[in-house]
């Protein structure tokens, strides 16, 4: 039998991973928002990997309370995720993971465009994909793998904002209001140099934003999420001192409404 697999937080891209662990032939150990992780480490002290799987507002409580025995072993999924986030807890070099694939209750896995896997476990990963026929491929190179991660926040954060004012899908959203989409991206793009330390190379990022809008063309813009999306972006541009003109009119317009 091979190796397990913790799985902490159970939402459905948790569970997809399960699924594909399962599948590749690994004991998934769930941990889940109620179970003490020191306690489970106990009991799953040399995992193969550990997938954290919980939502962007609990990364950073949930990083603290990772065990000592499984830090090696992590594998990161969250969206907005950039190495910062794992700095802060003094994690080198984890397993990254750029989720481009969809999963709700009740539906199967919607692809949008092929899945990065970066870090010391990626094979793992990789086979798991494979075993659910999840489009992915492995990253090797650092600075590639942070173009991934700040592509996937510029797709998620300027459809879920820009999509705050015009709704509609992520390929409507380029197509029928360009102007919009690239202000917003605009703004996002500044966000994003200030959390990496660095000038992102913009139309790179721009045409693998677009390429997403329109992997999966009915994608709806406007999630659950938009408008906390929002106000987070604003507070590290306040933070920052940065001007993004675009989102805080996007953010006075929401209020009025």
Request: glycine share 8%.
């Amino acid at each position: 039998m091979k190796d397990p697999i913790v799985i902490i937080g159970l939402g459905q891209i948790g569970c997809t991973f399960a699924n594909g662990f399962l599948k590749a032939g690994h004991p998934v150990y769930p941990v889940t928002r109620d179970m003490d992780m020191a306690g489970e480490a106990r009991h799953a002290p040399e995992p193969a990997l550990v997938v954290l799987a919980v939502a962007e507002a609990d990364l950073h409580p949930a990083l603290e309370a990772v065990p000592p025995a499984w830090r090696d072993r992590l594998a990161l999924v969250q969206n907005e995720l950039l190495p910062r986030d794992w700095a802060a807890h003094d994690l080198e070099d984890p397993t990254v993971v750029s989720v481009w694939f969809e999963k709700k209750k009740g539906q199967d896995v919607k692809i949008v465009v092929p899945t990065p896997v970066h870090g010391p476990h990626a094979g793992l990963v990789n086979a798991a994909f494979d075993a659910l026929d999840i489009p992915n491929y492995r990253v090797d190179d650092a600075d590639e793998m942070l173009y991934e991660l700040v592509r996937k926040n510029a797709y998620i954060l300027t459809a879920n904002i820009a999509g705050l004012v015009v709704g509609g899908t992520t390929s409507e959203l380029w197509s029928q209001h360009e102007s919009l989409a690239r202000e917003v991206l605009a703004d996002v793009l500044d966000i994003q140099d200030h959390l990496t330390g660095r000038e992102n190379d913009r139309d790179k990022v721009i045409a693998g934003t677009v390429e997403a809008f329109f992997g999966d063309p009915a994608h709806k813009c406007m999630g659950r999420t938009a408008a906390a999306r929002l106000e987070r972006a604003l507070q590290i541009a306040d933070e920052a001192g940065l001007e993004v003109k675009k989102l805080r009119e996007i953010a006075a317009q929401a209020r009025k409404g």
